[in-house]
């Protein structure tokens, strides 16, 4: 299926249900982020039951430096 | 102690985190500043180049409070927004509003700050809006609830220094919550004359990261603002406009 991550639509297995699929696919599991599914945001806990479907638009942010 | 909401800090130089040469110089000179607070700012991750280094994940997080802002937001809505996202990382609840209303200066727009700051609060935030050195409007933005106010010192990055002190003045005389000056800081001593006029915090960015030796200027900043600091509480001498001697005027010996 394909999704939009970060404004770019992105083609990722169809196996991917849940953001917690989808966050291990890309191998961020280990990494400091969030994620907002169309415009909402996931806390940490909401990973397992967020489920993914096609055409959803996910963010994913971090921290970065800055003033 | 510099108290910010609900938390509580020895140091009174906060940090940004923006710019730095390399990540070695940035790990070194946040060492050598013994700042407790690290500002941040939330940007999209590239999911497909994840090798990138990243400040944050090297970090003890024990050791430094999060201060995120909301840097590249230009309405209220926009930085609630990335306050929310912040504060989702299960990192940290503080929060530096900043919606930025002129390209070019860079300077805060005052109504959106308002409203953010006013909304971050309902919320729950700790919240440090970034203000210009108005008065009334620093007044306004510690009745919505603001946990801090921080005034610039001149446009961003621009190095100019204290450019209105006794806007500044005004400001740290009249507040109720602690007032960290923030923004065109460009030399310990702008740092030290900033604490001096009696502000509880000065934040560096620029003038740290893009100096000569940014691990030499983060450790200036640190001694700068701890004798800024002494020196407001010690009491400076009036200024005057003749001479008066230092040496006894008794006793001289002379011919």
Known sequence: MKVRINGQLVEV?????????????????????IVEVNGVIAEKQEYDSTTIKELDSIEVVHFVGGG | MLKLGKYEFHSRLLLGTG????????KKAVTASETEILTFTVRRMNIFEKEQPNLLEQLDLKKYKLL?????????REAVRHAKLARASGLCDMIKVEVIGCSRTLLP????????????????FTVLPYTSDDVVLAKRLEELGAHAIMPGAAPIGSGQGIINPAHLRFIIEQSNVPVIVDAGIGSPADAAYAMELGADGVLVNTAVSAAGNPVKMAEAMKLAVQAGRVGFKAGRIPIKRYATASSPMEGIVNS
């Not at chain 1, 297995?13 to 982020?33: C, E, G, K, W, Y």
């Not at chain 2, 710019?19 to 940035?26: A, G």
Request: proline share 7%.
């Open chain 2, 68 to 76: 995120p802002n909301t840097a590249g937001a230009k309405t209220a």
């Open chain 1, 13 to 33: 297995p169809d196996t991917l249900a849940t953001l917690t699929d989808m966050v291990n696919h890309f191998s961020l599991s280990d990494r400091i982020l």
């Open chain 2, 19 to 26: 710019k730095y040469p390399d990540y070695d110089t940035q």
């Open chain 2, 109 to 124: 727009d005052p109504v959106e700050t308002l409203k953010a700051t006013e909304e971050l609060v309902k919320e729950g």
